[in-house]
C-alpha cells in the first residue's frame, strides 16, 4: 500500500494545487484524524472478526501513511521534486532537472 500513498498524495496535489500552507493542513489531517481513524476501524473489525491475521492491514495503512506523508514533505521542502510534480508533458526532454540537479 506503499505506493498507493505516493499516487494518491501525487492525485491530491495535483487536483488541488495545494499551497505550502494548505499541504501543511492537510499533512496534519492526514497524522491526527485520518491515519488513527483507519486504525481504530481495522483493530474494531479485527476484534468482531476474531481474526489476528487481519491486523496485517495496520501495517499496510502505517506505510500508506508515512509514504504519503513523506511525498507531501518532499513536496513542500524541495522545489525540483514540486517542479517535477507539476510538470505537465512528460514525454518533454528533461534536460532542465538535469541541470539544476548537477
Known sequence: MANGGS??????????NFSNFALLGEN???FFVE??????VVGL????LK???YLRFWLAYFYYFKTRL??????LTDPNWKKFV????W??????FYEEIK
Open 70 to 75: 513523506m511525498y507531501n514533505f518532499r513536496i
Open 35 to 40: 491515519a488513527p481513524y483507519r486504525y481504530l
Open 51 to 53: 481474526d489476528v491475521h
Open 86 to 89: 507539476l510538470k505537465r508533458n
Open 45 to 48: 473489525k479485527a476484534i468482531k
Open 91 to 96: 514525454l518533454s526532454n528533461d534536460t532542465e
Open 28 to 30: 496534519l489531517r492526514l
Open 7 to 16: 499516487c494518491h498524495a501525487y492525485t491530491k496535489y495535483r487536483f488541488k
